[in-house]
Structures are given as structure tokens and as C-alpha cells.
């Protein structure tokens, strides 16, 4: 898929911008501080409907407005899709083709990105909530029902957990609880749960396939990937939907006591993990800062052909500043993978670090917001 044209109003730093993007590579060029990442970030806002830098809608609305407009044309191979995302300070609203998706799980999926920026390394060195959102970002611009699962595993996750306080509550002052709704609310929770991880299963899977390969030409067949699922709770040995979904609620259930006293849930998919091994080695604490990188850049490569695989469109391509920080080899195997299939877009300071590109596109220069634009 493509982007061909994007509008921006009052978003971030741009106070209005009208552009059109060339199918292949887009270089946003400009000094530190001029609206380069806020336009990367645009597309990403487009796409998933949340910045990869912040989680308050206030911060993407250009200073002292009351909101922000997205706009754009998605050109598929069979469709065109007018795409729009409208913020305000008290939440966003989509629209496809001007009619208003009122549930998140209709509006994502329909434009695909895939980010690679500095602070990708934290997938490898950071909490287990940073490689969740990884997965749960992920496969949910692939399948709208994982979204949907996903959102009613996370608000029965907080009614059951309002409900212990409750009975927690009841106990200490003497009276009995009705135990039935608990019962209720642990079997859907259950219910949910299993199908999110027998989803991320099934994904972490088809990503070590393709990141394997990938990993393993970078470092010249050294270097061999694998990824581990981790769970709260052990998994059965058959994985379907039912047997997961079995051994969770009976682990709920062992838990029962002593989540009465500590008012949580300790088991379930929004405590699981992800590990991932360079040659046998966890490379999050043993591995070195060049395994890392090569397994961010194979994790993200991956995901191109994953998606491919999935909708038969290749996403969009968002680099943010990490052209400089890539060597020569692990460059020239980014823009093999990438070369005539996606439509890329590059955030840099100097022209210089992409020696290598066989640049086809577009250079847009930047400068406080305004954007100049040579074919
Ligand atoms: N909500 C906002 N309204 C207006 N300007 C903003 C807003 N958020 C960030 N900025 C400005 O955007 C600039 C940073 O843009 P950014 O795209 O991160 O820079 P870079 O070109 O280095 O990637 C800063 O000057 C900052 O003040
Ligand atoms: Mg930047």
C-alpha cells in the first residue's frame, strides 16, 4: 500500500500541511528540531491511532489549539481509502472514507506501518509491558478480531479486579460475597485470555520463521534467532484455544486464595513476556549491543514480509534517524529487503549516511514546521 497525499492541521508543530509522497522513498530532511520525527509520527498517529511517543493527545495538537486533524489517501492494490483521524484533548475520532469507525478494532489495519527509531532497543532491554505492546501493536494491525479480543480481556481484567477489592471488602466486614459473579467474570476472563494467547503464540511463531532468515544473512550465517513465548502460568502441551483456556481458568481458580489477599490477578496475558535468544544466549542480558541491533532490525524486516504474508500489502516504512546508526551491512540488507516494496520514509539530519540508497523519490526539506518539497 501507499500513502499518496497527507493533510495536517494544527498537528504538533505544522500549523497547516498539504503534501503529496513519491511511491518509493520519502527523505525528510532538516536541521535537529524542525518537525521531521512529528511528520513520521503523523503517519503513525494515521495508522494506529496513538503516537509511539506519548500517550497524551494534548501533546500531538499544536500549542494552545483545542485539536488536531490526519488526513490522507491510502492507494491499495484494488482500492482507494480516504483515512482521517481527528484529536482533541478528550479522545480521537476515525473516519474511513468520511464515515465516522466508532470501534478502534474497524479503523486499524486499514493503513500499515511499521517504525523503526532509536528507541527500539528497549524491545529487547526493557520492561515486559514494552514487549507486550510490541505484540499487542503488532498483530493488531492484522487482525481486527485480536483487537477486539483484546479490549474486552482488558476491561474484564479491571471489573474482576474492582469486584476482588469488593469482596475483599465484604469479608473484612463480616458478610459473605456472592462468589457467582466472580465465577462469571474469571471463566470470560479466561475465555479472552486464551484466545490472545494462542493468537500471540501463532505470531511469535511466524515472526522468529522470518526473522531467523533474517538475522542469519546479516551476520553472515553466525547467528542463529530464536524467540520465546513466555507465559504467567505453564502451557499445556496440546496449544489450541480450548486446553489454553483450561489450564488458565484452573489456575485461576488455585489462585482464588491467595488473590484474596492481594487483590490482583497474577496469572494471564497482561503478565506474560517475550525472550529472545542469539545462538542459545538471552541476548537481553547477555548479548551484545551488535546482536541487539541486528535482532531489532530482524524483528522489523520481518514483520514487513509477515504483513505481506497476512493482507497481501506491504506496509509502510518509517525510519526515524536510524540510517546513521546502522552500519554498512546491516544498511545494505534494510534496503535489499525494502527495495521496490515499500514505500519508505526517512527521517535525517545529513544527506550523507544514505550513500548506499539508490534514492528514488522525494526529498522534503524541513524547517520550523514548513515543508519544502524537490522532486
Ligand atoms: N504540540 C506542539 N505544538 C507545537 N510545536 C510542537 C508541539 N510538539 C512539539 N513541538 C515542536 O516540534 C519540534 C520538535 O519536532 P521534532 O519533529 O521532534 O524534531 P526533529 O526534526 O528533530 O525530528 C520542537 O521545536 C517542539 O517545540
Ligand atoms: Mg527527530
Redesign the pocket.
Known sequence: MKITSLELT?????KTAELSFHPDINL?L????????????SLYVLALTRSH?THKE????????EN?KIYGTVEKQTTTLQVEITLTNNGRKTKVNHIEQKRLADYIGKLNVILFSPEDLAIIKGSPSIRRRFLDMEISQISSIYLYDLMQYQTILKQRNAYLKQMIEQKKAGKTPDELYYEILSEQLASFGAKIIYSRLIFVEKLEKWANLLQSSISGQCEHLKLNYSSSFPLPKELTVEKIEEVFMQQLKNKRKHELFVDTNSVGPHRDDLQFFVNNINIATFGSQGQQRTTVLALKLAEIDLIHEKTGEYPLLLL??VMSELDNKRQTQLLQTIFGKTQTFI?T?ILKHLNQAPIKGKILT?S??EIEIKE
Open positions: 494544527n498537528y504538533r508543530n505544522y525528510f532538516g536541521e535537529n528540531a524542525q518537525g521531521k520525527t512529528n511528520l513520521l509520527e511517543r494534548k501533546e500531538l495538537i499544536y500549542f494552545g489549539e488536531a526515524d534517524d527521517t539530519t524541513i520550523n514546521g
